[in-house]
């Protein structure tokens, strides 16, 4: 007979993970940029992806996951996955912090669930929902409130990369609801991280000619490796953990709470101080991606989870 006690621990773990999950991911917001001071774009990425794939391998392998992919066609989605949600997201997101304010770039990445959900009615038929109309309009509205002030500044630049991080991003989990791959989720990661790997080493190589991770200062290379190994590697390991033992719709408050965390950082941390403008549309961004996450027809099953935010 099972211990009528297991279930509420199992489930005040996996709470707890998610606290954890919130945490690691909402610094590794401000680690990005610290490490962005240092060490060119490309060699930063590069290192996080690389270490993001040892460390997901690693797990894989002393769990004696299956990490074959089977078949040429979903190998093909794997790597158009990887492009769209690792590669694309993680060279987004470090131009984006190049440009404008670590705090700007978390809030507008984190419109993924509207585009996703636009994207969503054409690609896989689904209903173009009451919530998701009201969660369109706060999110226009919070996006013209940020880019006012970017008009005639040097931030537009960064505005269109952290919106290009977003739509990147919601492409890639809505096509990979689409493919519907048969294979671990865990061993679908590592294999995206791999492809992430191999395009921004391309990049590396032709945009910077081969690493630069020298001469950086010792918070620059620590803020990269917490980059990689948590917020690549064991962030994702911690959000598999948690949809198995969480309902979907519950470990994706997580996607939630991680801006708030991310900008809490960027102000205690990296010294930023959002604007007024920034403020509000702040709030209208957050409340439309709660529209979109926390509506009724926004609950799908554990098996069937919206894609982890990659990092």
């Known amino acids: ?124 038929g689904e209903r173009l929902t009451g919530a998701r109309v009201v969660a369109l309009i706060l999110c226009v509205s919070g996006l013209a409130v940020l880019i006012r002030p970017l008009i005639g500044s040097g931030d537009p630049a960064g505005f269109g990369f952290a919106l290009a991080t977003a739509v990147s991003w919601a492409a890639g989990t809505v096509y990979l609801k689409w493919a519907r791959i048969n294979a671990d989720p865990i061993a679908i990661t590592a294999w995206q991280l791999v492809v992430a790997t191999a395009v921004t080493g391309t990049g590396l190589a032709l945009v910077e000619g081969g690493p630069h991770l020298w001469p950086a200062d010792a918070s620059a290379l620590a803020a990269l490796i917490f980059s990689g190994v948590v917020g690549s590697g064991v962030a994702y390991l911690l959000w598999f953990e948690i949809v198995r033992r969480l309902a979907a719709i519950t470990a994706s408050l997580a996607v939630l709470s991680v801006p708030v965390v991310g900008i809490v950082a960027s102000i205690l941390v990296l010294g930023e101080r959002p604007t007024l403008a920034d403020g509000i549309g702040f709030a209208l961004i957050f409340a439309a991606a709660a529209c979109v996450l926390l509506a009724p027809g926004a609950r799908v099953s554990n098996a069937d989870p919206i894609e982890p935010a990659p990092q």
């Open 1 to 124: 007979m099972s211990d009528p006690s297991a279930q509420p621990s199992a489930d005040r773990a996996a709470r707890l993970m998610l606290v954890a999950l919130s945490l690691t991911w909402g610094l590794t917001w401000p680690a990005m940029k610290i490490a962005l001071d240092e060490i060119p774009p490309f060699s930063m990425r590069t290192g996080t992806c690389v270490l993001g794939t040892i460390v997901v391998f690693a797990f894989a392998l002393l769990q004696h996951r299956r990490l074959a992919i089977g078949g040429t066609v979903a190998r093909v989605h794997v790597v158009v996955a990887g492009c769209l949600n690792l590669a694309a997201f993680s060279l987004f997101t470090a131009f984006a912090q190049l440009a404008t304010a670590t705090s700007r770039v978390i809030i507008l990445t984190y419109t993924m669930p509207i585009w996703a959900s636009l994207m969503a009615r054409p690609i896989l």
